[in-house]
């Protein structure tokens, strides 16, 4: 029996021990379910994890004491550090800031940010090939993620318009006015639809949305005529898809911050599908006219094939250009 108390006593000790951090996530004034947290022991690295509930309140316990960074794994929320007592519980609020889009460009919003987080893996086995042997793109993808990036520094006029841009909070954006939006984007799906002759990309939430590559063996233009998606031309090397997209109108922007494009615009990208439910996209920036050298960005996608890509119809009703506030 007094071992039993013993035992008690020192259970007891070890829980007190233990300290916790809780608090409310939020969009604005708005409870945010489901949103996943994680407060890292900055001494030993152990990370604990949980989630909000329904009325956005969540609860990390069973913490020993020290300093931990908290963070919400969903862009749009700044990261706190929390120091943790024994038998105590520390505050930490979360907020959602949403960037210069306000929420309003569908994928922009932290319950579309959440949602993409719940989404089953991607299926295995091997890539699917065409009639000719050659591995078949078509299917529904996820925005992808970026893998690496060796982006060098703008030249002084480029990055003085994107500073302009971005402290301006992206008012110009043409997406917000329903004109293509970035080149770089590809969000929240895309579509591939490859034929012998033709593969078509499709873009959810964008206007309007689609634009093919050919591959039929044609060249670009002699005389172009500069397009908001360029003039794409494809070829084979392998089991890689190598397309080749010149003639840009400097109007469409590189990325969603902003970063110009003039008209020496030259992407080349590299589509490879290693299996059933990945693929590979190495792309090359080459901009004299913004960059001072090309670049390249190698980023994944996984397959989606659970979604289909839905009707997206910008003019109709749309509240962004009012709700895009400058400074």
């Known amino acids: 029996m007094r071992w039993l108390t013993l035992l008690c006593c020192v259970a007891a000790l070890a829980q007190s021990d233990r300290g916790k951090i809780g608090g409310r996530i ?15 022991n900055i001494q030993t690295g152990i990370v604990y994890k949980a989630a909000s509930s329904a009325n956005g309140s969540y609860s990390i316990e069973e913490l020993p004491p020290g300093n931990y960074e908290v963070i919400i794994s969903v862009a749009g929320f700044e990261k706190k550090d929390v120091t943790v007592q024994a038998a105590q519980t520390s505050s930490a609020d979360f907020q959602f800031q949403p960037d210069f889009q306000l929420g309003t460009l569908g994928d922009g919003d932290i319950y579309s940010r959440i949602a993409r987080l719940s989404k089953r893996p991607p299926p295995t086995g091997p890539a699917p090939r065409t009639p000719d042997g050659k591995p078949d793109l078509s299917g529904v993808w996820k925005a992808p993620n970026t893998i690496d990036s060796n982006e060098p520094e703008l030249l002084p006029t480029a990055q003085q318009l994107l500073n302009q841009r971005f402290a301006n909070n992206a008012l110009d954006s043409p ?3 329903c004109m293509p939006d970035a080149i770089l984007r590809l969000t929240p799906i895309f579509k591939l639809l490859q034929t012998a002759t033709t593969l078509m990309v499709v873009i959810e939430a964008e206007t309007p949305g689609y634009y093919q590559v050919f591959l039929d063996g044609r060249g670009h233009p002699q005389d172009p005529n500069p397009a908001w998606y360029g003039h794409s031309i494809g070829r084979w090397e392998g089991d890689t898809l190598v397309v080749d997209t010149v003639s840009f109108n400097d109007r469409r922007w590189l990325t969603v911050f902003g970063t110009p494009i003039s008209d020496k615009l030259h992407v080349t990208e590299r589509f490879r599908r290693p299996d059933l439910g990945h693929l590979e996209i190495e792309t090359t920036i080459d901009d004299p006219g913004v960059y001072a050298k090309s670049w390249r960005i190698h980023r994944s996608s996984e397959l989606a094939p659970d979604e289909e890509i839905m009707e997206s119809i910008c003019n109709e009703n749309n509240k962004d250009p009012q709700h895009m506030v400058g400074k």
């Open 26 to 40: 939020l969009d604005q004034d708005r409870a945010v379910p489901a949103a996943p947290i994680e407060a890292k």
């Open 175 to 177: 997406a917000v006015r």
